[in-house]
């Protein structure tokens, strides 16, 4: 990237994305991304590598470029962005390097074609069009809530062992559960008990806390341990949330 754009500036966000996690790249991404200056956003999560998926580069409504392979990584970024104004498909050869591997379209492919963006090629170039409604989207899970359970599912896991779910407070407060309420956590057959709170410092070392992260999202951690290890959490896994009985 940059024998081809000398003068642009590569920000990494992270290499920390589990192997083949399409679903945990497209939520990093959405989040992080209004952290980050505008320019071009390559991202990289693709089990379908040398398959029938496109490579795929897409300018979203605020001007912001992002490129990627075509299985929904890049889309709920760019919704977050004013949706998808336009999309090509990378096939135009002086804008990737040959010969391209089979199984390395991230060197070959997906780098190359951002740097030539930041060098100032226009979009139009890389490809031949692509209708933004035939992209890939993912199926992001939803939560499930009544008047007094949620039915979540995780989402990530991170590094710390706390574990995000596909809630944010107002979900919580759907049913009844404020900061200070003591929560039911059931895992399986297993049940634990949390205490929502705003920060780690409320609730005692090795405590169960329900909180609000960095990102609005709702996630489960132990003050000073692993919330991913006492439940065997896994993205995908459900777990169920009430607010307990006093």
Not at 201 to 217: H, K, Q, S
């Amino acid at each position: 990237m940059k024998t081809i754009a000398p003068e642009a500036e590569v920000i990494d966000i992270t290499h920390g994305i589990a192997p083949q996690n399409v679903l945990q790249g497209a939520l990093v991404l959405a989040a992080t991304l209004p952290y980050m200056p505008a320019g071009v956003h390559v991202a990289v999560v693709d089990p379908g590598v040398g398959g029938a998926r496109k490579p795929l580069a897409l300018r979203s409504g605020d001007g912001r470029l992002f490129v990627g392979p075509d299985n929904g990584l890049l889309l709920p970024a760019a919704d977050r962005h004013g949706g998808v104004e336009k999309a090509v498909e990378l096939a135009a050869g002086p804008y990737r390097l040959e010969p391209v591997a089979r199984t390395f379209h991230g060197r070959d492919i997906f780098a190359p074609a951002a740097a030539h963006l930041a060098a100032g090629v226009a979009l139009g170039e890389l490809g031949p069009a692509l209708d933004a409604d035939d992209l890939v989207r993912l199926e992001v899970p939803e939560p499930d809530v009544d008047t007094r359970r949620i039915r979540a599912t995780v989402v990530h896991v991170d590094r710390f062992g706390n574990i995000q779910l596909n809630l944010t407070s107002a979900h919580l407060r759907q049913v009844g559960i404020e900061p200070g309420a003591r929560v039911e956590i059931e895992v399986g057959f297993e049940r634990y008990y949390a205490v929502a709170a705003h920060t780690f410092a409320e609730v005692r070392r090795g405590d169960i806390v329900l909180y609000e992260d960095a990102y609005w999202n709702i996630a489960l951690a132990i003050n000073q341990g692993s919330a991913a290890e006492m439940f065997g959490a896994r993205p995908g896994q459900e777990l169920r949330l009430t607010a307990a009985k006093a």
